[in-house]
């Protein structure tokens, strides 16, 4: 077995966070047209934005199932007690991407071009209407990279 390099040990050693959003497709596509919107454009926006801020990783996964939304909404009941169980909800694909804190995410989501042009590509695909406005659950902690 080769023993790690000096820089492959310390690479091993960097803490990064995962977030994982599921996101709901906007009703008026199909499944696979909010799949082809999703990878052939709005990845092409997002890609060179999220390098831009930090970013080391985004993936899309093109899978769909329920899950009980985990952030409030203007169409939940905002007297809705922390624990209390929720509806699950259905979503059609999840977004993870790869950051060195959090306060790196939440710089990117405040730049002028993610709200001029990011949110815009996002209210085409994504439900509006659904809990988190198309982003109905959202979890991150830190990673720990095995392999």
């Known amino acids: 077995m080769r023993t790690p390099t000096m820089s492959s040990a310390a690479a091993s050693k960097t803490e990064y966070v995962q977030i ?5 497709r906007n009703p008026s596509l199909t499944r696979p047209e909010f799949y082809a919107h999703w990878e052939e454009k709005h990845a092409v926006i997002v890609k060179p934005f999220f390098e ?11 899978a ?10 203007p169409d939940t ?11 699950a909800v259905e979503f059609d694909g ?7 804190s959090f306060d790196d995410m939440v710089a990117a ?11 815009v590509d996002e209210s085409r695909f994504l439900d509006r209407e659904a809990p988190g406005k198309g982003v109905v ?3 991150y902690g830190k990673c720990v990279a095995i392999i």
């Open 20 to 24: 994982i959003a599921y996101l709901k």
């Open 94 to 100: 999840i977004a993870m991407t790869l950051v060195k």
């Open 109 to 119: 989501l405040g730049a002028p071009y993610y709200a001029e042009v990011v949110a």
């Open 77 to 87: 009941n905002e007297d809705q007690e922390p624990g209390d169980p929720g509806q």
């Open 52 to 62: 831009k801020h930090g970013i080391v990783r985004y993936q899309q996964v093109q």
């Open 64 to 73: 769909s199932g329920t899950i009980i939304p985990n952030q409030p909404s």
């Open 137 to 139: 659950a959202v979890f």
